[in-house]
């Protein structure tokens, strides 16, 4: 009961929603499959289990025309975002790769200002470059000696902040343009959306869609229904009630909790500087 009051808090469903999401790259960093196919199993599983709810539940899906525009082009947008984000994680470790991809909050910034005409508050505006020498400090500055493979991890990463600022920013028009309060049904047809997509890019790639075994199919279960489901639904659902900027802010709980997980279950070796710069970021 208690739960369900703090839920009708749109900046605790932002806190909460991120916790979820937080544990995404968990779930793929165990699951044996490959990067495309485990975020398409997590679209599909979360799109089902939404889809399951709806038509039990007895709800109706009905949008305008702007609202299908707007969560056709989020689902592109998420689309790009799981495909760099999955091998960003590959290259360099899921905390990583997910504190890169929440640059987003430079670009959510930039277009709240730009699109929205939103006036960013002097703490934010002190935040974004604290932000930016955090994540440096993470990633190293002495570029040209990391590894090949290292730095197509970084910039896969940043690749992933660029797409999920514009999948965000799409899924806040849908919003705009949906009279529903909880947006089960936008996330759902999104995520079936993209299990489209990134089934196909999998067939293209040549990868395999099976899942080898009964715990892998378990963990992406997980992936789909409490990291995807439950984490992208509580978020989406503030989306057009907060400004864009704080929305960013509010997702850098997300990375800074995936660097401690990924130091808790994969024993992460993190040095100092890199500990402050997560700490410069939160």
């Given at each position: 009961?208690?739960?369900?009051?703090?839920?009708?808090n749109v900046?605790f469903?932002?806190?909460?929603?991120?916790v979820?999401?937080?544990?995404?790259?968990?779930?793929?960093?165990?699951?044996?499959?490959?990067p495309?196919?485990?975020?398409?199993y997590?679209?599909?599983f979360?799109?089902i289990?939404?889809?399951?709810?709806?038509?039990?539940?007895?709800?109706?899906i009905?949008?305008n025309?702007?609202?299908?525009?707007?969560?056709f082009?989020?689902?592109?947008?998420?689309?790009f975002?799981?495909?760099?984000?999955?091998?960003?994680?590959?290259?360099?470790g899921p905390?990583?790769?997910?504190?890169l991809?929440?640059?987003?909050?430079?670009?959510?910034?930039?277009?709240?200002v730009?699109?929205f005409?939103?006036k960013?508050s002097?703490r934010q505006?002190?935040s974004?470059?604290l932000?930016i020498?955090?994540l440096?400090?993470?990633?190293?500055?002495?570029?040209?000696?990391?590894?090949q493979?290292?730095?197509l991890?970084?910039?896969?990463?940043?690749?992933t902040?660029?797409s999920?600022?514009?999948?965000m920013?799409?899924?806040?028009?849908?919003?705009?343009?949906s009279?529903?309060?909880?947006?089960m049904?936008?996330?759902a047809i999104m995520?079936?959306?993209v299990s489209i997509?990134?089934?196909?890019?999998?067939?293209?790639e040549?990868k395999s869609l099976?899942?080898?075994?009964?715990?892998d199919?378990?963990?992406?279960?997980a992936?789909?229904v409490?990291?995807h489901?439950v984490?992208?639904v509580?978020?989406a659902?503030s989306?057009?009630?907060?400004?864009?900027t704080e929305?960013g802010?509010?997702?850098?709980?997300?990375?800074?909790l995936s660097?401690?997980?990924?130091?808790?279950?994969?024993?992460?070796s993190?040095?100092l500087?890199?500990a402050?710069?997560?700490?410069?970021?939160?």
């Open positions: 009961m208690r739960l369900m009051i703090l839920l009708q900046h469903r932002l806190f909460f929603g991120a979820m999401i937080s544990f995404s790259p968990v779930f793929v960093n165990i699951a044996n499959v490959a495309t196919t485990s975020g398409f997590r679209v599909l979360g799109g289990a939404l889809t399951f709810f709806i038509f039990f539940s007895g709800k109706k009905s949008f025309q702007s609202a299908w525009v707007a969560i082009c989020s689902a592109i947008f998420f689309s975002d799981l495909w760099f984000w999955h091998r960003s994680i590959l290259y360099v905390g990583l790769a997910t504190l991809a929440n640059m987003q909050v430079f670009f959510m910034m930039a277009a709240g730009l699109l005409k939103q960013p002097v505006i002190i974004v470059p932000a020498i955090g440096f400090m993470v990633v190293g500055i002495d570029w040209s000696n990391l590894p493979n290292y730095q991890g970084i910039v896969f990463g940043i690749l902040a660029i999920y600022s514009g999948y920013l799409c899924m806040r028009q849908a919003r705009i343009h009279t529903y309060s909880i947006p049904r936008e996330i995520s079936l959306f997509f990134l089934g196909s890019t999998a067939i293209f040549g099976l899942i080898p075994t009964v715990i199919f378990s963990w992406l279960l992936y789909g409490l990291s489901a984490g992208l509580l978020i659902s989306l057009a009630r907060v400004p864009t929305v802010l509010a997702l850098l709980l997300q990375p800074s660097f401690l997980w990924d130091i808790l279950f994969f024993n992460r993190t040095s500087v890199e402050l710069g997560v700490l410069i970021v939160l």
